[in-house]
């Protein structure tokens, strides 16, 4: 099956600093990808939804400024959090689709912990 | 997006059948019915889907009565392996951009 793997596994920073978080579709072109973010006994929370080439579409609630997303080829997205606080400590995890079918296929997802 | 229900929790034993119901009350006639599976520390991981009646796979089996209303995951006898959330998720993913909404979920724990 397709897979999706993200970099890093884990982070830990500083309050203030910016984190990327980089996810890649390794054996297929993807031509869409999602950010999730989820919080500990809670469900994924769709973040955004990113096509290459183009600007990222945000979900009601979520700060565009706040959370860059990058999709600059058909292989790579990327999540920057910026100015991390500690409550943007959560487990982000993306997710792409190829053109030729509708099914998701998941990243195994960045622990994000922000002192 | 129909908005889905699941119970929360649910316990089992090694071995045994688990059926796992989801309520979609609202679901659209172009709707597909999608299960996904969590481990702790994980991504989503796809099950099965389906639009009607009975899909089965080498995994589970998903059941759909007529009326699309509601659909069961069933899962023929489980292992400790098989303690996860299990999520449904309804809708149609051509027009919606393959955007997904997920619902709580249901934690199922598989005990020896």
């Known amino acids: 099956g397709a897979v999706v793997s993200q970099h890093p596994s884990r982070v830990i920073c500083k309050s203030g600093t910016s984190v990327k978080i980089e996810c890649r579709s390794l054996d297929f072109q993807a031509t869409t990808m999602f950010w999730y973010r989820q919080f500990p006994k809670k469900s994924l929370m769709l973040m955004a939804t990113?096509?290459?080439?183009?600007?990222?579409?945000?979900e009601q609630g979520v700060e565009k400024d706040k959370f860059l997303i990058n999709h600059a080829s058909l292989t790579l997205s990327t999540l920057t959090v910026t100015s991390a606080h500690p409550e943007d400590s959560s487990f982000y995890i993306c997710?792409?689709?190829?053109?030729?079918?509708?099914?998701?296929?998941f990243g195994p997802g960045t622990r994000l912990t922000v002192t | 997006l129909a908005k889905t229900t699941q119970p929360i929790s649910m316990d089992s034993y090694e071995g045994q059948e688990v059926n796992i119901t989801c309520s979609h009350n609202?679901?659209?006639?172009?709707?597909?019915i999608t299960w996904y599976q969590q481990f702790p520390s994980q991504g989503p991981r796809f099950i099965i889907q389906?639009?009607?009646t009975k899909v089965t796979n080498e995994v589970a089996s998903l059941f759909i009565p007529a009326d699309r209303k509601s659909s069961t995951l069933s899962l023929p006898r489980v292992s400790l392996s098989d303690t996860a959330v299990y999520y449904c998720?309804?809708?149609?993913?051509?027009?919606?951009?393959?955007?997904?909404?997920f619902g709580q979920g249901t934690e199922l724990s598989v005990k020896p």
């Open positions: 609202n679901i659209a006639t172009n709707d597909y």
């Open positions: 990113s096509n290459e080439g183009s600007k990222a579409t945000y």
């Open positions: 389906g639009y009607k």
């Open positions: 998720l309804v809708g149609d993913e051509d027009n919606q951009g393959g955007k997904l909404i």
């Open positions: 997710s792409a689709i190829s053109g030729r079918s509708a099914e998701q296929y």
